[in-house]
C-alpha cells in the first residue's frame, strides 16, 4: 500500500522512492505523521446519510464518559467527542436512511443518563481533509 504512494510521490515530485521513504520515516519518527490510515466511503457502504448527534447528560459530566463508553461501540458512529459547554459529546454517525438514523436515535436514548438528544443532518459535505 505505502510503495504505490511511494511510487506516486516519486512521479509527482521526480524525487527518488528512497528520498521520499526516508522524508515520510522521519516525520514519522518525529510525530508529525500520527498514523496512516484507510478512509471509508459511507455512500459505497450504504451508509450514505451522515448526522451528527449532540448528547446533554442528565445531571453530571461524570456519566458523559459512562454514556461515551457505551454509545462508542454502536457500528453506526464513526466519530466520538467530549464537548465543553452543556453538550456533553459530540458524536458522528452514518445510516442507510432516516428511518435507520430514527431508529439508532431511540437506540441510545435508552442509556441511563441522557437527557437530550439533537441531531444535525449533514446536508453536504464541503472539506475533508482524507
Same mark, same amino acid.
Given at each position: 500500500?505505502?510503495?504505490?504512494?511511494?511510487?506516486?510521490?516519486?512521479?509527482?515530485?521526480?524525487? =527518488?522512492? %528512497?528520498?521520499?521513504?526516508?522524508?515520510?520515516?522521519?516525520?514519522?519518527?518525529?510525530?508529525?505523521?500520527?498514523?496512516?490510515?484507510?478512509?471509508?466511503?459511507?455512500?459505497?457502504?450504504?451508509? %450514505?446519510?451522515? =448526522?451528527?448527534?449532540?448528547?446533554?447528560?442528565?445531571? %453530571?459530566?461524570?456519566?458523559?464518559?459512562?454514556?461515551?463508553?457505551?454509545?462508542?461501540?454502536?457500528?453506526?458512529? %464513526?466519530?466520538?467527542? +467530549?464537548? =465543553?459547554?452543556? +453538550?456533553?459529546?459530540?458524536?458522528?454517525? =452514518?445510516?442507510?436512511?432516516?428511518?435507520?438514523?430514527?431508529?439508532?436515535?431511540?437506540?441510545?436514548?435508552?442509556?441511563?443518563?441522557?437527557?437530550?438528544?439533537?441531531?444535525?443532518?449533514?446536508?453536504?459535505?464541503?472539506?475533508?481533509? +482524507?
Amino acid at each position: 500500500m505505502h510503495g504505490r504512494l511511494f511510487r506516486k510521490f516519486t512521479n509527482d515530485l521526480n524525487v =527518488s522512492e %528512497s528520498n521520499i521513504r526516508k522524508r515520510v520515516n522521519k516525520l514519522v519518527k518525529n510525530g508529525i505523521i500520527k498514523n496512516f490510515t484507510i478512509v471509508l466511503n459511507p455512500e459505497a457502504m450504504e451508509r %450514505s446519510i451522515m =448526522s451528527f448527534l449532540t448528547i446533554i447528560p442528565k445531571q %453530571s459530566n461524570k456519566l458523559v464518559k459512562e454514556i461515551a463508553n457505551r454509545i462508542i461501540d454502536f457500528p453506526e458512529v %464513526s466519530e466520538a467527542y +467530549y464537548m =465543553s459547554g452543556k +453538550y456533553g459529546l459530540l458524536v458522528k454517525v =452514518s445510516v442507510q436512511n432516516l428511518s435507520k438514523l430514527d431508529e439508532f436515535i431511540e437506540r441510545i436514548r435508552n442509556i441511563q443518563g441522557i437527557n437530550e438528544i439533537e441531531s444535525c443532518i449533514v446536508l453536504k459535505e464541503l472539506k475533508d481533509e +482524507y
